[in-house]
């Protein structure tokens, strides 16, 4: 492909990312290749360099077409793409946008402007402001400074890069050492992870679809944030155990494998198309423990749900994603302030529901991938307020006697960060029911 058509490519994904909003980027271009095999892979990288370019950084493209008088829409922002983020020349996008076959049009006087405006310019310009800077809503620049104060900036940046490939080892069939030795053989390079005993950090972006660590259920991809915190539930052989918010199993995998298959696990959710996608991968990975269940009753759980008899239930709930944005940054620019209200009500929903089937003794561990305090410290708040039974058991702790490490990010609850720990950003709370380990108050 041409320059010329690998931009016309771009400016068409751009316009489908944001004509169908309900669906991620990476599966957007991932039809759009299968229906293009002709597209090489220099021709895909480059046709993504310039789309997640636009995703990331759409915020101070804007601010650089409005200050030109260009409009913001896929063909401007890929054209600020292009020359702030490539380096293009105004020679260069005369000659890839001249109108030929799958090439763009012609650039026009406005578009002409703007390249000379741009040139020797980069994304930053200390005129903009944080959000800006930042690439959020500016509506969400509040909320994001009360989450994460003088770290704000640092953490901001940090979101706007691009977040590594993450493996959870299955401990079921094998250890760290014996996958990082098979991808060394595979050509690929792997490291130990900081935090999770499981996890391997792969150098790069890897395509591991042929890969036999995935194909024979030895690893699955899992960034460590969510690894640890399936490690923080302190789930045990014999365990009777509930995925709350199971989706593709993810966490399921990773509670049966600390639970040495040993023990009942109900994986549960409201879709029935997320678990489905869970059973070849529970197969693959020889767990054996686990069985499906759909949410559907008035009180938010399954028919027949056993309240108050299982040791564990773990509420990986369903949020803004603010802490995922490094993997799916068109989804910043999909948030609304609403969305914030409908999220903080179903959380509540869920935890008062999830909370009927915990035992004495036992423990619920909330869990959100988010890094507003909203979703995380203020739900759980609002929750203890609510159930006197339940208390907060300190992060520290769990951490301590599940990592055999010092915690570094947290006292009370657990908050993984981007910028200061390299994971998504995450949220983790484990709650003690009346009788269970020892209490800790909020009031530390």
Not at 252 to 277: P, Q
Not at 418 to 433: E, I, M, N, Y
């Amino acid at each position: 492909m041409t320059p010329g058509a690998r931009a016309a490519a771009a400016i068409e994904l751009l316009d489908a990312v944001e004509a169908d909003w309900k669906r991620p980027a990476d599966a957007l271009v991932a039809g759009w290749f299968r229906k293009r095999r002709y597209a090489g892979g220099g021709d895909r990288r480059a046709i993504q360099a310039i789309l997640y370019t636009v995703l990331r950084r759409r915020a101070q493209i804007d601010w650089w077409l409005d200050a030109a008088g260009r409009p913001a829409d896929s063909r401007g922002r890929a054209i600020g793409a292009l020359l702030l983020g490539e380096g293009w020349s105004m020679a260069d996008l005369d000659a890839a946008f001249d109108g030929g076959q799958y090439r763009p049009a012609p650039l026009d006087e406005a578009e002409h402007a703007l390249a000379e405006s741009l040139a020797g310019k980069e994304f930053d310009d200390p005129a903009q402001p944080v959000h800006v800077r930042g690439n959020i809503p500016a509506w969400m620049e509040e909320e994001f400074r009360m989450a994460l104060g003088d770290s704000l900036e640092r953490e901001l940046a940090a979101l706007m890069g691009t977040a590594p490939v993450d493996l959870r080892v299955n401990s079921l069939k094998t250890t760290r050492e014996a996958v990082a030795g098979l991808l060394a053989a595979e050509e690929i390079e792997s490291a130990p992870m900081p935090f999770s005993p499981l996890g391997l950090r792969l150098a790069g972006r890897v395509n591991l679809a042929s890969s036999a660590v995935i194909r024979d259920g030895l690893a699955e991809p899992q960034d460590e944030s969510s690894q640890v915190a399936a490690l923080l539930t302190g789930v045990r052989p014999g365990d009777s155990v509930v995925d709350f918010c199971a989706g593709a199993g993810g966490k399921t995998l990773a509670l049966a494998a600390a639970m040495e298959n040993r023990g009942r696990i109900v994986a549960c959710d409201t879709s029935t198309g997320r678990l489905a996608r869970a059973t070849p991968r529970l197969e693959r990975a020889g767990v054996t423990i686990a069985e499906t269940r759909i949410l559907e009753g008035e009180d938010g759980l399954w028919p027949g749900a056993e309240k108050g008899s299982y040791d564990c239930v773990l509420v990986d709930a369903p949020c803004s994603g603010t802490g995922t944005w490094r993997r799916h940054p068109e989804a910043r620019w999909r948030i609304d302030s609403e969305n914030l209200i409908q999220f903080a009500a179903l959380q509540a929903h869920i935890l008062k529901a999830a909370a009927r089937l915990v035992a004495p003794g036992g423990r619920l561990v909330y869990a959100v991938c988010s890094l507003l305090t909203g979703e995380g410290e203020g739900q759980v708040t609002e929750f203890l307020h609510n159930a006197p039974d339940f208390n907060a058991f300190p992060a520290r702790k769990a951490w301590a006697d599940r990592l055999g490490s010092d915690c570094p990010a947290g006292d009370v609850f657990l908050r993984l960060r981007p910028g200061r720990d390299g994971t998504d950003g995450f949220f983790v709370a484990v709650l003690a029911r009346d009788g269970g380990r020892t209490p800790m108050l909020l009031a530390q």
